[in-house]
DNA sequence: ACGAACCATTTCCTTACCTCA
DNA sequence: AATGAGGTAAGGAAATGGTTC
């Protein structure tokens, strides 16, 4: 599904620009915030919703890296232990080794070539934010300038990761509840069916003993604490039925009200 | 009103794996 | 059987737009 979602979004980026995308992609690679600026104005220029929908998605495509409009498609591959770049001109067909320090990025998010840096991040910057996540899922200014210095990074860079990080976490969290919803479900889906099971059964008996079922029913009571049935004629408590519903009810309320918590319970 | 921080979503890139010629 | 090319899914870094404080 998710595949399906990126090849369509693909395909979509890769549809012949108007004059008007071109307009925008010239804007967006000048400077990103005066086209957030202009939004405003561009929304109350085109005279339809659905034309601003367009607009604004193809501003975000072609405002991403090797966009149609790029003349140069760059091909990289990242050799870590070379801490070097190749970067293959596929017009010229040269292949051109560039220092690390030329690629990465300065303080502005505006990158050189045109092309978004997709850089990994070493196992030893992983590991050391992992760490830190452990300890805090989110960082103040100050504690952010200072890891990312620690670990040769800028500071947005840092904060994009405990974004990532923080998403990640949530996903995984869903995917649990996820799955304790659905044995919610399974659980008292069997139970439901015992119940109408047990319904059909004491209805039988009803239509084939009328007058034995009465009488017991008039002598079951129902503890105000644990609605159970209590029968004060012989002692007997708890029939099938009221324990199951007295026992279900509040913990069927409480798995989905915090999925997660129905593991404890 | 403005900016910083955050979140949801999307885009792009890399890597691993698979299939096929 | 080995191999290289092409396709695809998954994971992660970064961009983008919206919301909140």
């Keep these: ?23 925008i992609h010239h ?27 367009n607009c604004n998605m193809n501003n975000r495509q072609l405002g991403g890296v090797n966009s149609s409009f790029s003349n140069t498609n760059v091909k990289r591959e990242r050799d870590a232990s070379l ?4 970067v293959e001109n596929l017009e010229t067909k040269k292949v051109v080794i560039v220092s690390p320090k030329v690629l990465v990025d300065d303080d502005e998010d505006v990158h050189k070539y045109g092309t978004r840096k997709k850089l990994r991040l070493t196992k030893e910057q992983s590991d050391v934010l992992e760490d830190i996540f452990k300890e805090h899922t989110s960082l103040n200014s100050r504690k952010k300038r200072d890891l990312a210095r620690r670990l040769s990074l800028r500071p947005r860079q840092v904060e994009v990761w405990f974004q990532n990080r923080r998403a990640r976490t949530k996903l995984k969290q869903t ?8 044995k919610c479900y399974k659980d008292l889906k069997y139970e439901n069916r015992r119940l109408n099971k047990e319904l059909q059964e004491l209805k039988y008996l009803k239509m084939s003993a009328p007058f034995r079922v009465q009488q017991s029913a008039a002598t079951l009571s129902m503890c105000p604490t644990c609605e159970r049935t209590y029968n004060s004629a012989t002692g007997d408590n708890s029939t099938k ?9 509040p913990h069927f309320y409480g798995s989905f009200a915090n999925p997660s918590t129905a593991l404890l319970s």
Aim: aromatic share 2%.
């Design 1 to 23: 599904m998710i595949c399906n979602t990126r090849m369509s979004l693909s395909l979509g980026s890769s549809t012949t620009a108007t004059p008007h995308d071109e307009s």
């Design 83 to 86: 801490e070097e770049e190749v």
């Design 241 to 249: 039925i009221s324990f199951s519903i007295g026992d279900q009810k």
């Design 27 to 53: 804007q967006n690679n000048k400077n990103r915030k005066s086209i957030n600026d202009d939004h405003q104005e561009l929304t109350l220029c085109l005279s339809t919703s659905s034309e601003f929908t």
């Design 175 to 182: 995917e649990v509840d996820c799955e304790i919803l659905r």
